[in-house]
């Protein structure tokens, strides 16, 4: 059966304007859908039974719901989501003492090869439907309601997966999500985290959704980032660099560069000034992330000396740094560590 979901309202409306009934019953249905996240036809209380089970004949709604959810020592929560078709991605909430984020799933798996990321070894890979990116974000709101007294504040798009390479339905999802109709939440504090493909960057820009841009860099030099991140190679640094100041001359928003210090990688000065070197073309900042080690030896040494130094050395160079504690890491919800290990 067909999910009502899949339906924009202008297609419930003309459903609604085929069984004979008025157009306002669409707007209703889409509210108890996008804005109330309702999963159940039956419980939409302002349309008579007659008409509920009419709904039902045609249509299902495909619910993603968490199956599993664990809480981390320092608050965060990991939630397992099932998938209608029986896959499982994952979203988590990361509370802070002011504000709750949610770290949304785009895809089921990924389709890049970061060597770092535990994300790229599941092999299984579909895009998520609309529908099951706003569910997360809703049942995030929900739990961050329950445990700490305050909706969802901020989304990032940085669970698993490469949402450009899932775009047409990341970009319907944010609109869904930010719409008045919708969940009504300010697009200002989204965050669309992408390893860098610069086309799908630049028809971000044009969108106009007022979404933050940030770029998985981990190394400004060609030959290094090729290296741990392989898909890249057809991405080169300067065109990713012409997508970015596309980006910010259409949308006026500075670029956040995600950046993980590696000991034997990228810890030395060479490194540090081809990052101030690519900082400098676009307005922009540097969150270096603490790496997460997910069981590959060759990024396992951290050196907290040379994560000092890139600090001092941004800072000199006027570039905005800021430092991010991992969050979750015991749970394996911290970045880069989402593999669906709870529903092995
Ligand atoms: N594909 C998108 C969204 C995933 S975001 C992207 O690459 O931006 C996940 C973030 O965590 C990215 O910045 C990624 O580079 C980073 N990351 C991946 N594995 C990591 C690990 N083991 N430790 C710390 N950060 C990691």
């Known amino acids: 059966m067909r999910d009502i979901r899949a339906l924009s309202l202008d297609e419930l ?3 609604f304007a085929e069984i004979g009934e008025k157009p306002f019953r669409a707007k ?3 509210d108890w859908l996008w804005s109330k996240n309702l999963h159940s036809i039956d419980e939409m209380t302002n349309l008579s039974k007659d008409l509920r089970d009419k709904l039902s004949q045609y249509f299902t709604i495909k619910p993603a719901a968490a199956d599993f959810t664990q809480k981390s020592t320092d608050g965060t929560m990991k939630n397992a989501v099932k998938l209608h078709d029986g896959l499982t991605v994952e979203s988590v909430l990361i509370p802070t003492e002011t504000r709750t984020t949610a770290c949304v799933s785009s895809q089921v798996g990924c389709s890049l090869n970061c060597e770092f990321c535990a994300t790229a070894k599941l092999k299984r890979m579909r895009n998520l439907e609309v ?3 706003v569910d997360q974000v ?3 709101d929900r739990q961050s309601k329950e445990y700490f007294d305050r909706p969802l504040s901020n989304i990032v798009f940085m669970g698993m997966g490469e949402p450009m390479m899932n775009y047409k339905n990341v970009v319907e999802a944010i609109r869904k999500i930010t719409k008045p109709e919708g969940l009504g939440m300010s697009p200002r504090r989204i965050t669309v985290s992408t390893s860098g493909i610069p086309k799908m960057i630049k028809m971000l820009a044009d969108e106009d959704l007022k979404v933050k841009l940030a770029l998985s860099l981990h190394s400004a030099i ?3 980032r090729n ?3 392989p898909f890249s190679e057809k991405f ?3 065109e990713i660099m012409d997508s970015l100041k596309y980006w910010y001359q259409k949308t006026g928003n500075v670029v956040t560069f995600e950046y993980c210090v590696w000991g034997g990688i990228n810890d030395n000065d060479e490194h540090i000034k081809a990052l101030i070197k690519y900082c400098r073309q676009v307005p922009s900042k540097v969150n270096l992330i ?3 080690p997910i069981g590959e030896g060759k990024f396992d040494h951290r050196s907290i000396e040379s994560e000092e130094k890139y600090v001092r050395e941004l800072t000199k160079a006027g570039i905005t740094v800021m430092v991010r504690r991992s969050r979750g890491a015991d749970i394996d919800a911290a970045c880069g560590q989402l593999a669906n290990k709870t529903s092995d």
Do not use: G, S
């Open 131 to 133: 529908a099951e990116i």
């Open 28 to 30: 209703q249905v889409y």
């Open 290 to 292: 603490q790496y997460n």
């Open 138 to 140: 809703a049942l995030i």
């Open 236 to 238: 080169p640094l300067h």
């Open 222 to 224: 060609e030959e290094t």
């Open 227 to 229: 290296e741990i991140m």
């Open 13 to 15: 409306k003309d459903f």
